[in-house]
Each structure stands twice: as structure tokens, then as C-alpha cells.
């Protein structure tokens, strides 16, 4: 089974748990917050979550992402006391429940890091790549943790205001070079580029974006795509995010085609199917 477009394998070592990046890998979205652009207030509490996560598990799911504070357009800053209180019980009890579950902390603070991975989490995912705290990287490096760097333009607050490059692709490559760079003189060993779809992006940069993501590969990182029922797929349709799961697994195709290792996602039944429709393509298994 290949990674369809990418230029090599990559295994990461999620704290001694190897993630073979060689086939895609699917992050399932789990919000413990009230406000997320879809799935925001569904889980009220840890019984909900782990209810929740026990459904993404049987669909197929590899890694849990579990966010504490939404990062949708405009969102504002919940108090890192907030994110901790909604975070860390549900780090320890799916630690508790489903011990072979690789589990990941959605967040750019420091604290929330260092808390969730004492409470059994294996990956950072920092939509700020180290920017708004710089010492996340060290947290994740200390205990051997692998780091996803995402590009955003501006904050979650402020970053749709007006978008604009002078040119999209350099600029986010030469973001990851000054990203990648302080990861690894703060000790991070494993590292997945997102070029953060949504994030201070208008609808055609992120086409372009998604049209070009193999470009990312000279960097020969694993790459994260996170496009699920986001604004620019439902808003071309002219639907809403709740009828969005089509257009959704379209474009999750071309991301796959263009060699995404990992997807991060709503619906996990929806992804693994198409990622085992293009494996059943491109391994030409009828012919």
C-alpha cells in the first residue's frame, strides 16, 4: 500500500508507537468545545467523548484529535484554565479506555501540552507552529513527542479578515523552513506539515493550496490535510457545513492524489473508503 503522491515513506515514533505514514492515516476530529464551526457542543462531557471516540475507533479512526478551544474564524481566547478543565480528563479517560488509541492534543499553549501529554496524549498539534508559545516545542520534545506545524495567517481572531500573499506557495514553504528550523534546535525529532486550509485563506488560495500540496514535498515531511466540511468546500456548493460530506470526500481524493499522509476529519467511515477506493486504483489490483 502506498502514499499515493508523496516521495517517500515516513515512520513516526508517537512516544514509542510507530506511525507508518506509508499508507494515509485518518485523524478523527474530537471537540470538547461549545463552539466549533460544526461539531461544537455535542460533547458535554467525558462520557460523551469517550461514547464518541469508541464510534470513531470502529470506523477506522488512527489518532484521536482532541481539541479544548476553537480555532474557527474569529474565534476568541478561552482562559488556558478553561482548556485545561475540558482536555485533560478526557486525555486521561480515553487513556484509561482505550489504551492502544494513538491520541493527540490540538493545541498552541504550552500548559495544555505539557498537561495533556502527562495525561497520556502522543502528538502535538499546534495550529501556530511553536509561534504564539515558543516552548510548546520543547514540551513536545522533552518527552519524544512528534509535532504537527501548521501555516496560519493573523489569529484564529483576526486571520479571515483579509487574507493576502504576494505568492501563496513560497510563502507558506519558506514558513515551514522557519517552522522546521526551530523545531528541531528545540529538540523535536518528528514533524507533519499542514498547510492549514481555512487558516487565513480565501477560498482560491485554498484551491490553490490543495491544487499544489505535492509542491510541499521537497520538504519531504508528511503532510496533514484538514479540509473536512470547511467553508471553502461548502461555500462553492452553496450548501452548508452539515451537507458538506461530498464535496468533502471529492476533494479528499486530490489531497490523497497528491501524496496527503494524513486526514484529518468529521467523518472516518467517509475517509477510509476513500482512501481504500484510490488505493484499489493505484495498486491496479483488477487489472
Known sequence: MKNF???RQHILNARGTPIDCGRPKVMAILNVTPDSFYDGGRLASVDDALKKAESLLAEGADILDIGGASSRPGAEEVPVETELRRTVPVVEALQRRFPRA???IDTWRSA???ECLDAGAHIVNDISAGRFEPEIMEVAARVGAPMVLMHLQGTPRTMQADPHYDDLITEVTDFF???IRAAREAGVVDIVLDPGFGFGKTVAHNFTLLD?????HILDLPLLVGISRKSFVYKTLGVSARDALNGT???HGSALERGAAFLRVHDVREARQAIAL???MNNDIFL
Open 102 to 104: 494513538i491520541l493527540s
Open 112 to 114: 495544555v501540552a505539557r
Open 177 to 179: 523552513l522557519d517552522r
Open 5 to 7: 503522491g508523496a516521495s
Open 212 to 216: 499544489r500540496l505535492s509542491d510541499f
Open 278 to 280: 484510490l488505493e484499489a
Open 249 to 251: 470526500s471529492v476533494l
